[in-house]
Each structure stands twice: as structure tokens, then as C-alpha cells.
């Protein structure tokens, strides 16, 4: 009965949320090149408070500002969180964009620029979700909170100390995380998890300087030395050969393997994409959803070493080295793995190499079975009127550990997206029906969760 009010509320009223939307959109957030993020988190700030929202600014030395909101409930009440970002990725290729990356420009029923799925589109669509409660009832059913961080497409690296600092702020008793949508066949997508990372560096030293390749019998290689280090971390079959890398690795639950098998996964049109005739190691079908969600990896990023231009150059090189990523699965932790792969290097006779870290996130979960999940699944499939797709993880990483294994609260990802949003990629857009139908269904997450 409510929420009918707050729906019509919605529906009469998108037209000014797309409005802000767009205004959201015409500031450019890209952190990776420290453009407009000051500008745009006081944009965010100001849409918080102008809905009602107390606020902290929390700007500390190191890192973007991350904007705080928080907003009472009348009575003593459950809190739910919304984890958001306010930055973007750049957006090159610009020849390739239909339109003014930062325009915001309408066509055919989409929103396109670079942020509008990823993420500006959730934030507007939850604080407009909180509004309609506000102003078709005066009050929401819940404590609000909101953490919109400006630093998650650089991989978050100034996020840790600040949920550490503020973890009072930041308790809740669930969380909606940032991103989601709807499938090809409009069904809603479901996310309760992330792969970990590790990105470490490795260098392999050589000679004080490069020298004429004449003298290869005599000066050693760094490179090849890196070839051979690389090579002892990984056979042919993609089993990582660090001793103990396998050892926390959590096999998938009987559940979990049951909401794969109604995963709708587009391998043909996938490989077709790629130009690939097969995934590695023929893997198809189930098994194919299964590693690209559950297993861990070893891959190089780059490597770098010697001469890489036109023509040839007889020379030798001093220095090499290569960047790589481990992707984790529940349990794995990065330090352990990290201290693992330094041991392995020792022990193989390359103590001689140096590693650097790069940065990590833990894999993180929250399991199907959690009440808070089974009421968002039920709601999804009410509001979308369509079977919801779970994914128990997924393949990307995040700062999602930060929340969930250190503050200890269930957290779904949910949002606005669909099929062909184009997160990252040039002409990135949403349907205003999917933002639409995605801000009802905040709306009824808030209440579903509120009489849960
Ligand atoms: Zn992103």
C-alpha cells in the first residue's frame, strides 16, 4: 500500500531524477587522471543534503575525498548501507564515443556517458529511492547510510584506513553494494561476491647498465632470468606451482552449484567477441561458469624488458620485469600468498628477484542462505516479475572485504545496469526504464528489508 504511493511517486517524478542525473554525469570524476574529483564529490554532498542527508566530508591527507550520509529513521530502526563510487574511468577511446562523453546526452530511451551506469545511475537511483520515501511518507523504514568513495576504479587504495578510522560510521546491519542490473532477458542479476586480488611486480637485475649482445656468453640475462622465474609459477595445465597456493581455497557449496546451473552464461557469443574458437583447455558449459568464478589465477600482466621498437637492436639488458595478478577465492588471503610466492622464489633459486606489491583485496562472500539475500532475491523477482539470477561470487574484484569480513554484515550487489551498459567502454548508457524499475526496486528493498 505504501510503496504503492512511492511508486507513483517515482514514476511521476523521473524525469527530474534524470535530470540530476545527467547534471551528475556533465562532471567529470576520472581518478585515474585526478580530474573534477573535488568538484564532484561537493556535487554529491550537496544531493545528499538536499535530500535531508547529514553529512561528513571526509577528506583525509592521502587519497579523494569519500562522502558520508546518514539518515535517522524516526524510531529505533535496522540500518541499511549503500556502498557507492563518484569517480570513473577515462574516457578513451574518444573517437569512438556517439556523443560527448560527459553530456549525458538522450537517445532512444538511454542515458549515455561515462559514469552513467558505472556508478553515477545506482547513486542517483538510491538517493531518489530514500527521497520518495521522505516525501510520500515523511520518513524511511530504515537508518540510511551512504559511504560514496572516489577512488574505487583505481582500486580503492586509500579505502582500508578509512573504514578502519571510521568503522562506528560505516556499522550497518546489511549493505547494497554498487553495481547490477538486468540480463538480455531482463531478468535481474544478483551478486554476493568478489574474487580477491594480488598485484605484485617482479624485477630481474642484470649488468650496471645494458650492453652489446655480443657479450651473451659472459653477461648474464635478466630477462631470460625472468622467463625462467615466471616459468616455475605456472605449468601448461594452469595448476600455480607456489607451494601451498591451493591450501585455504574453498571448494563451492551444493547451493551455490545449483544457482550456476541457472546462471544464463553466453559462452558462443563470448568466444564469437573474442575471435576464439574455444576457452582454454576446452572448457565449456558449466565447468567454464564454475573456473571463470571459482578459480584462482596466476596471469601476467606485462613484461617488460630490452628493446621493443622498430626493426632489430643487438643489445642486452640490464633490467626486466613483468607485472602480474592473482585472482583469490574464499579463503586465500593476499599476505599469506604474497609471503608464499617470496618463499617459492627462495626456494627455486630465485631469491635474487625482487617483488613489490601492488596492492591486494581479500575474496569476500556472503553466503545464499543469508536472510538478508533471500529478502532481496524475493523482491527482485516482485519487482521485475522474473526468476532473479544469483551469482553466489563473481570473476571482478573490490573493496567489498572492508565491509563484509571486517565489519561483518551481509552485502548484495544490485543496480541499474543492463545487458549492453558498457561499463569502461566508450558509449556506456542505461535505459531510463531500467532506472526507472531499478529505483523501485531500492525503494522495495528498503521496505522489504524494514519488515524482514
Ligand atoms: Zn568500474
Not at 546518514?70 to 577511446?93: G, M, S
Not at 556523443?99 to 552513467?116: A, K, L, M, N, T
Not at 560505516?170 to 547494497?176: G, R, V
Not at 622498430?310 to 602480474?324: E, I, Y
Request: hydrophobic share 35%; with cysteine; net charge neutral.
Amino acid at each position: 500500500m505504501k510503496l504503492e504511493k512511492i511508486y507513483k511517486y517515482i514514476d511521476s517524478n523521473y524525469q527530474n531524477f534524470i535530470k540530476e542525473l545527467v547534471r551528475l554525469v556533465n562532471q567529470p570524476s576520472v581518478s585515474a587522471k585526478h580530474e573534477g574529483i573535488q568538484e564532484c564529490a561537493k556535487m554529491v554532498e550537496q544531493m545528499l543534503k538536499t535530500i535531508g542527508f547529514s553529512t561528513i566530508f571526509i577528506q583525509e591527507k592521502k587519497g579523494n575525498p569519500v562522502v558520508y550520509g546518514e539518515l535517522k529513521a524516526k524510531e529505533p530502526r535496522k540500518t541499511l548501507l549503500f556502498y557507492n563510487h563518484y569517480d570513473v574511468q577515462p574516457i578513451e577511446p574518444f573517437e569512438e564515443w556517439i556523443c560527448d562523453p560527459f553530456s549525458g546526452e538522450i537517445r532512444d530511451g538511454r542515458i549515455y556517458g561515462r559514469g552513467v551506469s558505472d556508478n553515477k545511475g545506482n547513486i542517483i537511483s538510491r538517493l531518489k529511492a530514500v527521497q520518495a520515501f521522505l516525501e510520500t511518507t515523511g520518513e524511511v523504514p530504515v537508518n540510511i547510510k551512504f559511504v560514496i568513495e572516489g577512488e574505487e576504479e583505481i582500486g580503492s587504495p586509500n579505502l582500508q584506513p578509512i573504514v578502519k578510522k571510521y568503522k562506528d560510521l560505516f556499522s550497518a546491519d546489511a549493505a547494497i553494494w554498487e553495481f547490477g542490473g538486468t540480463d538480455r532477458h531482463g531478468r535481474p542479476i544478483i551478486y554476493l561476491g568478489l574474487k580477491g586480488v594480488l598485484s605484485v611486480e617482479l624485477e630481474a637485475k642484470g649488468a650496471s647498465r645494458d650492453v652489446h649482445s655480443a657479450n651473451a656468453p659472459l653477461i648474464p640475462n635478466p630477462a631470460w632470468r625472468l622467463v625462467w622465474t615466471l616459468n616455475t609459477l605456472k605449468n601448461e595445465k594452469d595448476e600455480i606451482l607456489i607451494e601451498g597456493f591451493y591450501d585455504d581455497v574453498e571448494t563451492p557449496l551444493t547451493e551455490e552449484i545449483k544457482c550456476l546451473k541457472d546462471i544464463p552464461f553466453e559462452e558462443e557469443e563470448e568466444k564469437k567477441e573474442l575471435a576464439l574458437k574455444e576457452f582454454l583447455h576446452k572448457a565449456s558449459g558449466l565447468d567454464a561458469l564454475k573456473a571463470l568464478l571459482y578459480k584462482p589465477t596466476c596471469t601476467i600482466n606485462g613484461f617488460m624488458s630490452g628493446y621493443t621498437g622498430t626493426g632489430s637492436k643487438t643489445v642486452l639488458p640490464n633490467k626486466a620485469t613483468a607485472k602480474l595478478d592473482f585472482r583469490l577465492v574464499p579463503r586465500q588471503r593476499p599476505e599469506k600468498i604474497f609471503r608464499k610466492l617470496v618463499k617459492h622464489l627462495k626456494s627455486r633459486g630465485f631469491g635474487d628477484i625482487h617483488v613489490f606489491e601492488h596492492g591486494s583485496t581479500e575474496p569476500v562472500k556472503t553466503p545464499i542462505t543469508d536472510k538478508f539475500v533471500q529478502t532481496v532475491v524475493k523482491t527482485a523477482e516482485k519487482i521485475y516479475n522474473k526468476k532473479a539470477v544469483v551469482y553466489p561470487t563473481s570473476a571482478g574484484s573490490g573493496p567489498m572485504h572492508l565491509f563484509r569480513n571486517w565489519l561483518g554484515y551481509p552485502i548484495v550487489s544490485v543496480g541499474c545496469a543492463h545487458a549492453e551498459s558498457r561499463g569502461h567502454a566508450p558509449n556506456e548508457n542505461i535505459m531510463i526504464d531500467g532506472f526507472v524499475q531499478g529505483t523501485k526496486f531500492i525503494a522495495a528493498v528498503i521496505q522489504d528489508f524494514a519488515s524482514s
